[in-house]
């Protein structure tokens, strides 16, 4: 089913339609990383001009042992959390694009890296959106396991708590999210993983797949006969292995291969 490995994938409309036509016999898996959300007005970690490139101590925010053990970095996390894109940010046409794959029936589940819940708004099923990083829409405590609505514990800091406490014990509050250094839940791991496993169709978008376990999910799906697709704006190391890699924009691309045509086309 796979191509030959080593071979030029080929880019152009032509194999946007190709695709398409893969999309529309169904099985379809896609992971999304943050390129599928800057259109949206949601800025990535890695890219050129992504939050971590132009300011790499901003990577401590996202450490688990620098929030734990450093109280600057909770209340600098917390002011970053009431600034947070994801707040007003809005579907863009590719979130609309994989809705529509889900409404035709072909797309069983979306895997995402992304913490903005915009799958979810675009009108995918949240029971077929498997959050591998978590979601900012929550928060967690790190001792007792609370969870709670993040909106609730904003209030908080607006009201003056610049390092809100969990209310149950006590304990240090986070969002709802995986920094690094943190465990990953299993069930949501193994969630992913049988989705990779049982599709006809993997597609990566607007991620570099760089992270694991989440760049490993291309490998489970193409051991278990899958065909790959990559659809970012750079290279990735899974390039070389994919059917097909596609470097057009993710907003006109992904509605393209969803079977969306755009007015007048």
Same mark, same amino acid.
């Given at each position: 089913?796979?191509?030959?490995?080593?071979?030029?994938?080929?880019?152009?409309?032509?194999?946007?339609?190709?695709?398409?036509?893969?999309?529309?016999? !169904?099985?379809?898996?896609?992971?999304?990383?943050?390129?599928?959300? %800057?259109?949206?007005?949601?800025?990535?970690?890695?890219?050129?001009?992504?939050?971590?490139?132009?300011?790499?101590?901003?990577?401590?925010?996202?450490?688990?042992?620098?929030?734990?053990?450093?109280?600057?970095?909770?209340? /600098?996390?917390? /002011?970053?959390?009431?600034?947070?894109?994801?707040?007003?940010?809005?579907?863009?046409?590719?979130?609309?694009?994989?809705?529509?794959?889900?409404?035709?029936?072909?797309? %069983?589940?979306?895997?995402?890296?992304?913490?903005?819940?915009?799958? /979810?708004?675009? !009108?995918?099923?949240?029971?077929?959106?498997?959050?591998?990083?978590? %979601?900012?829409?929550?928060?967690?405590?790190?001792?007792?396991?609370?969870?709670?609505?993040?909106?609730?514990?904003?209030?908080?800091?607006?009201?003056?708590?610049?390092?809100?406490?969990?209310?149950?014990?006590?304990?240090?509050?986070?969002?709802?999210?995986?920094?690094? !250094?943190?465990?990953?839940?299993?069930?949501?791991?193994?969630?992913?993983?049988?989705?990779?496993?049982?599709?006809?169709?993997?597609?990566?978008?607007?991620?570099?797949?760089?992270?694991?376990?989440?760049? !490993?999910?291309?490998?489970?799906?193409?051991?278990?006969?899958?065909?790959?697709?990559?659809?970012?704006?750079?290279? %990735?190391?899974?390039?070389?292995?994919?059917?097909?890699?596609?470097?057009?924009?993710?907003?006109?691309?992904?509605?393209?291969?969803?079977?969306?045509?755009?007015?007048?086309?």
């Amino acid at each position: 089913m796979s191509r030959e490995e080593g071979a030029v994938p080929v880019e152009g409309s032509e194999v946007l339609d190709e695709v398409a036509g893969w999309v529309a016999a !169904g099985g379809v898996v896609v992971l999304t990383g943050a390129g599928i959300s %800057t259109d949206s007005g949601i800025p990535d970690f890695r890219g050129p001009n992504g939050v971590w490139t132009r300011n790499p101590e901003a990577m401590k925010l996202s450490s688990i042992d620098h929030y734990v053990t450093d109280p600057d970095v909770r209340r /600098q996390s917390w /002011q970053e959390r009431l600034r947070h894109p994801a707040w007003t940010a809005t579907p863009n046409p590719a979130h609309e694009a994989l809705a529509r794959m889900e409404r035709d029936g072909n797309l %069983t589940a979306v895997i995402t890296q992304n913490i903005d819940g915009l799958h /979810q708004r675009a !009108g995918n099923d949240p029971a077929k959106v498997i959050e591998l990083h978590g %979601t900012i829409f929550e928060t967690e405590c790190l001792s007792c396991g609370a969870r709670g609505p993040m909106r609730a514990t904003l209030d908080r800091v607006e009201r003056g708590e610049a390092d809100p406490a969990c209310e149950e014990c006590g304990g240090i509050l986070k969002s709802a999210t995986i920094s690094f !250094g943190q465990s990953m839940n299993m069930a949501t791991l193994e969630a992913a993983a049988e989705a990779a496993m049982f599709c006809r169709l993997f597609v990566a978008v607007g991620t570099s797949l760089t992270v694991y376990p989440a760049a !490993g999910l291309v490998d489970v799906a193409r051991n278990h006969g899958a065909r790959v697709v990559v659809l970012n704006a750079a290279g %990735t190391s899974y390039d070389a292995v994919a059917d097909r890699v596609i470097r057009e924009p993710i907003g006109t691309a992904l509605p393209r291969i969803a079977g969306i045509r755009a007015a007048g086309g």
